[in-house]
T-cell receptor
Framework: DAGVTQSPTHLIKTRGQQVTLRCSPK?????VSWYQQALGQGPQFIFQ???????QRGNFPDRFSGHQFPNYSSELNVNALLLGDSALYLC??????????????FGPGTRLTVL | AQSVTQLDSQVPVFEEAPVELRCNYS??????LFWYVQYPNQGLQLLLK??????LVKGINGFEAEFNKSQTSFHLRKPSVHISDTAEYFC?????????????FGAGTRLAVHP
């Protein structure tokens, strides 16, 4: 049973460019969340997708956008890249149930470097 | 809003010694509490969680944590550490939100176990 997978593993871009990161959730999961982890810091919540809609959003500008596909996979898009966007981007998947808690499983991340 | 404070950025300890990693949180609503571990160049792995019930929770790899509501703390402990426990540890909270649970992380504590 494959866990959460992310692609690419590493990415180098220059300021002003646009980037797309991809995530495939764990088998059976229907919800995908994205987090940004800057060097030496804890992950910060970007947004969460369920049923192809953004359900929650953290404190990130509109340059950060996402999409969820019918097969539950997801993309994170960042426009007009800034040096400060350099970070490890983590994807987490979960199964939305009827209770309050749905455990999130994390992928290995995509390391984005903006030059 | 919620916030998490990990009181120590680095904790050096000798092998087979006990260790405590401290975590305090702030929230205006009820939250679930978590500890995650991150090994170099990897994603996050759930160590343990507190959802309800007994305030002492046991997790994987011999770790345990105690929830103290009056002190809004959730400290992580292990009675005897191994070299393999060297990693970054993150405390996190998730507000109860009907299944759309985002995680709010602390800045992390680097545990360095020395022989």
């Amino acid at each position: 049973d494959a866990g959460v997978t992310q692609s690419p593993t590493h990415l180098i871009k220059t300021r002003g460019q646009q980037v797309t990161l991809r995530c495939s959730p764990k088998s059976g999961h229907d919800t995908v969340s994205w987090y940004q982890q800057a060097l030496g810091q804890g992950p910060q919540f970007i947004f969460q997708y369920y049923e192809e809609e953004e359900r929650q959003r953290g404190n990130f500008p509109d340059r950060f956008s996402g999409h969820q596909f019918p097969n539950y996979s997801s993309e994170l898009n960042v426009n007009a890249l800034l040096l400060g966007d350099s970070a490890l981007y983590l994807c987490a998947s979960s199964l939305r149930g009827t209770g309050n808690y749905n455990e999130q499983f994390f992928g290995p991340g995509t390391r984005l470097t903006v030059l | 809003a919620q916030s998490v404070t990990q009181l120590d950025s680095q904790v050096p300890v000798f092998e087979e010694a006990p260790v405590e990693l401290r975590c305090n949180y702030s929230s205006s609503v009820s939250v679930y509490l978590f500890w995650y571990v991150q090994y170099p160049n990897q994603g996050l792995q759930l160590l343990l969680k507190y959802l309800s019930g007994s305030t002492l929770v046991k997790g994987i790899n011999g770790f345990e944590a105690e929830f103290n509501k009056s002190q809004t703390s959730f400290h992580l402990r292990k009675p005897s550490v191994h070299i393999s426990d060297t990693a970054e540890y993150f405390c996190a909270v998730s507000p109860l939100s009907g299944g759309y649970n985002k995680l709010i992380f602390g800045a992390g504590t680097r545990l360095a176990v020395h022989p």
